[in-house]
């Protein structure tokens, strides 16, 4: 089955280090997802990307997908205290497939 | 608009005992969820619904069962509570089409003992 894997699993930045998480699929995308989970709390809907090569940009977080649809990254610059969560991607294989969510990095971030 | 609601918030099982948990939308969303989250293994897919009485099975379906008899609810039943059922459930829903993102409820956490 299609699995999709994060890396690395936890990252400790200080205050203002920027940060990356990578996200690679074994089976081509037809698009991508990110969540952001706070500590306690629920995963939250961050943005999708559909288009080979795609970046989108939100504030402080650039969001990549790579041009074989295979994979996916996330840059924060400038980490803050509030960026601290774990951030998931979630791969659909096919239109109207079901999401597949990666495992997370867990990002911590000292003041 | 609430969004996504679950209840309960924490519930403690003895083994064997029997379970529902509560989704509620109120955005009139297609497709509902329910995963569960363990630690570093993220989200499981447990079982979802396309639609009103629909439903199927996802990637850790066993000693789980689901109904969606209205559209703004999906239920999740665990008939024989085991150890390996402790976890924190989430609940998700979203519209139609595949440019839509999940929203999420914020959650179950059950303890099997």
């Known amino acids: 089955g299609q699995q999709v894997m994060q890396i690395p699993q936890y990252q400790h930045v200080q205050e203002g280090e920027d940060f990356t998480t990578y996200c690679n699929s074994s089976?081509?995308?037809?698009?991508i997802q990110w969540y952001k989970q706070r500590p306690g709390g629920h995963p939250v809907f961050l943005i999708q990307?559909?288009?080979?090569?795609e970046v989108k940009k939100q504030k402080r977080l650039t969001f990549q997908f790579g041009e074989a649809k295979k994979n996916s990254s996330l840059h924060i610059t400038a980490t803050q205290t509030t960026d601290v969560g774990t951030y998931f991607c979630?791969?659909?294989?096919?239109?109207?497939?079901?999401?597949?969510f990666g495992g997370g990095t867990r990002l911590m971030v000292k003041p | 608009n609430a969004g996504v609601t679950q209840t309960p918030k924490f519930r403690v099982l003895k083994t064997g005992q029997s379970m529902t948990l509560l989704c509620a939308q109120d955005?009139?969303?297609?497709?509902m969820y329910w995963y569960r989250q363990d630690p570093g293994m993220g989200l499981r897919l447990i079982h979802y619904?396309?639609?009103?009485?629909?439903?199927a099975k996802g990637e850790v379906p066993d000693g789980y069962n689901v109904s969606r008899l209205k559209k703004q609810n999906f239920l999740l039943g665990l008939e024989s509570a085991a150890p390996s059922q402790t976890s924190v459930y989430f609940c998700?829903?979203?519209?139609?089409?595949?440019?839509?993102?999940?929203?999420f409820g914020s959650g179950t956490r059950l303890t099997v003992v």
């Open positions: 619904s396309v639609g009103e009485g629909t439903t």
């Open positions: 955005m009139n969303h297609e497709y």
């Open positions: 089976t081509t995308l037809s698009n």
């Open positions: 990307l559909v288009k080979s090569g």
């Open positions: 979630a791969g659909r294989r096919s239109a109207g497939n079901m999401l597949t």
């Open positions: 998700a829903s979203r519209r139609g089409g595949d440019t839509y993102g999940y929203t």
